[in-house]
């Protein structure tokens, strides 16, 4: 029983070489018995269901009904770029829709993923953000608002906004990326006292990783990074001490 966990691809369309690595790990190494984790921001915009993403993404959506059906457990916990897709995932029966974090429980082993935008409770301005865009007024937008127009929108703001070259931890003056790892490395420390033996997280796209030992246990934070330059994603099998990078 291995477990794989990927985020941050921001992916843009069925043309981006990262979809296709994600279907390749889907197809070629998750089995029956096996769980998947999408930690988020998997897509660069995925909002409601919409015909425009549903189409976009297609290749990646049916990899995804196709592993459930062999027997992979997905779970997709939703970031910042992907929110309110329960509804557009509701036909593949075995992926469950997570909103902001999900608890996995493999031989005794405790894993907590959760995307990693609200690690930072400091925050306020992004909290009140991401509660309006997933307030019921939201959802009745997003209904009301043709997919091509929230698609249109995401284009332009991704082309205007840091995303689209999102400054990576390494390219951060060091005293900002020393607060962002304390203020990550601390939410995890927090799950850990709470049982967990493994936290992951991505969002910041910075590739960190800490060992702390709670209670006398060993426990693990990953934060998975940014695919697109890092090139990688995370495994774990039954009996390992810890999570593993592996190329994507
Ligand atoms: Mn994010």
Redesign the pocket.
Known sequence: MSLFAV??LHISGSDDPLMGSVIKLLRERAASGDTVVLV??VFDLFVGNKKVFTEKYAPLLSALDFAGRRGVVLHYVE???DFLIRRAFAGIPSLKVHDHDVSVEISGKRFFFA???TADCGDFGYRFMRFMFRSWLMRALVIAIPGTWLDWIGRMSSRYSRDAKPLLPGELPIERREKLRRIYRSYAAERMAAGYDFVVM????DLDEMFFTVDGRSAQYVNIGFPRKHGSFLSWDVGDEKIQREAL
């Open positions: 985020s941050d988020g921001d970031g910042n770029h995307h990693g935008d991505g969002h910041c796209h």
